[in-house]
């Protein structure tokens, strides 16, 4: 079966992860070799196939007019915004709107390669998050009496925030995707860094006092990651 080995210092045991794409990748300590992690690949194949079956299913039922390479539209439920995308300008111009909820639009060159529209909504789905979460970020961090250092959004492809040694938080673009409370959630969960640099009991435990329904939360998380739009996730 073919993957795409990763090899990992802080791994402690070989793991499985099946993008959105069906790609199969493994992240395996250092010292693992190639025949171990085959073996272990091959007791995995009726998992990776269900997986595989339940992503496709998903995919299949998906509005191409948001989730294909040149969207006509962009939901970010984080922020209750609707936005329409317009290619090109003047008479030339092609805008895809929903009448009956009109929104603000993103305006994207007309005959560049998908490569290249990909490549500015990406970049346009980072400023709008550095503007509308950054705000957000400061006033819980003041809420709960907690002192971060620089904000930066990136769009990652394996995390939704981390929390650096000297408190610079890196966030995930892609929460403007999920829903105001879960957003809210991954928000709380790395400012809690900030008081607790790991996952120890004592952090869950401010977690779930700053966020009590968190564990519904990285449920949705998960839900939302396997169905973010196309544009979103090409590299």
């Not at 120890?200 to 998960?222: D, I, T």
């Amino acid at each position: 079966m073919t993957y795409r080995l990763r090899h990992h210092p802080r791994a402690r045991r070989v793991k499985l992860r099946v993008e959105r794409d069906g790609a199969l990748v493994v992240t395996a300590p250092r010292g693992v070799r190639r025949g171990e992690v085959d073996r272990f690949v091959a007791t995995q194949e009726g998992w990776i196939a269900r997986v595989r079956e339940r992503l496709a299913r998903q995919r299949a039922g998906r509005d191409p007019a948001m989730f294909g390479l040149r969207p006509m539209r962009i939901e970010l439920p984080a922020l209750g915004e609707h936005w329409c995308v317009v290619y090109g300008e003047g008479e030339e111009e092609v805008r895809h709107c929903d009448s009956e909820r009109p929104g603000r639009s993103v305006h994207l060159p007309a005959n560049e390669s998908n490569q290249a529209t990909v490549l500015r909504l990406q970049d346009w789905l980072k400023r709008r998050a550095r503007r509308a979460l950054t705000p957000w970020v400061d006033e819980l961090a003041e809420m709960h009496g907690m002192d971060h250092g620089r904000v930066s959004f990136r769009n990652q492809r394996s995390r939704w925030g981390s929390c650096s040694s000297t408190g610079n938080l890196s966030l995930n673009a892609r929460l403007l995707f999920c829903s105001p409370e879960a957003c809210r959630y991954v928000l709380i969960h790395e400012l809690v860094h900030l008081e607790h640099p790991n996952h120890s009991p004592a952090f869950w435990q401010r977690v779930a006092e700053l966020c009590p329904a968190y564990r519904q939360h990285m449920r949705e998380l998960k839900a939302v990651w396997n169905a973010l739009p196309d544009w979103v996730t090409v590299a």
